[in-house]
């Protein structure tokens, strides 16, 4: 059973400053080009990488392979359509989850031409998961603000994603993930429901039935 979430609406202003990562780095130590192969693929999240040039900083950390490989595809020629992106700092947003007792960072934030992205990438079998979805209803509700906004100045409206990690190849372009993983409302209480009806009957729901009734958190 999830409880009922608080949240306050969220403050939001035109320009916002990029805010810096603070990555721990040796200058001997080497970094990595954001294309090369990392053998064994546990060792990406120890590691920085560099090289990119859509993005809003200069190095990265990822904490998987497939958030490596979605970056790589972001940079790709196949995603034309990207304008530029990020993987936000600890304090680039205030979003908050679990009675605002959790803070939620989402993994990139992507513009293309007419769209921002707020995105999350999950392994497959955890994107029905409580907690993820949890956060899922924080970043939508982010980003239904950000709309709200949009709407009364005229700006690009924000959709989230949610993508699996055995979606992320790397033949496949930004633009076709962003049509195939867009999660709304809707579709996490679609989720509810088939989680709850293929349960036990001792299982309790999977997001209880209030907690869209709430407003975003900073």
């Not at 805010?19 to 546990?42: G, M, R």
């Not at 979605?70 to 680039?92: C, G, M, N, Y």
């Not at 992507?110 to 956060?135: F, G, N, S, W």
Request: contains cysteine; proline residues 4%.
């Amino acid at each position: 059973f999830v409880q009922e979430a608080a949240y306050e609406e969220v403050e939001v202003r035109p320009f916002s400053k990029i805010e810096p990562h603070n990555y721990s780095h040796i200058p001997s130590d080497k970094l990595y080009f954001y294309t090369e192969t990392i053998v064994p693929t546990s060792r990406i999240k120890s590691l920085i990488f560099y090289g990119f040039k859509k993005s809003c900083h200069d190095r990265y950390k990822f904490d998987s392979k497939a958030e490596k490989d979605f970056a790589t595809i972001l940079e790709s020629e196949t995603s034309k359509d990207v304008l530029r992106w990020l993987r936000p700092s600890p304090s680039q947003f205030k979003i908050y989850w679990g009675h605002e007792s959790r803070e939620y960072r989402p993994d990139f934030v992507v513009e293309t031409m007419d769209k921002i992205y707020m995105v999350e990438v999950k392994a497959e079998d955890e994107t029905d998961d409580k907690e993820v979805l949890e956060k899922a209803i924080a970043g939508i509700a982010y980003c239904d603000t950000c709309n709200k906004y949009g709407e009364q100045n005229h700006s690009k409206g924000w959709n989230y994603l949610l993508i699996p990690h055995t979606a992320i190849n790397l033949n496949r372009s930004f633009d076709l993930l962003a049509d195939r993983y867009a999660l709304t409302r809707e579709m996490i209480e679609a989720k509810r429901v088939r989680v709850s009806h293929a349960a036990d009957s001792e299982q309790p729901h999977l997001i209880d039935d209030d907690l869209w009734d709430t407003e975003m958190a900073v």
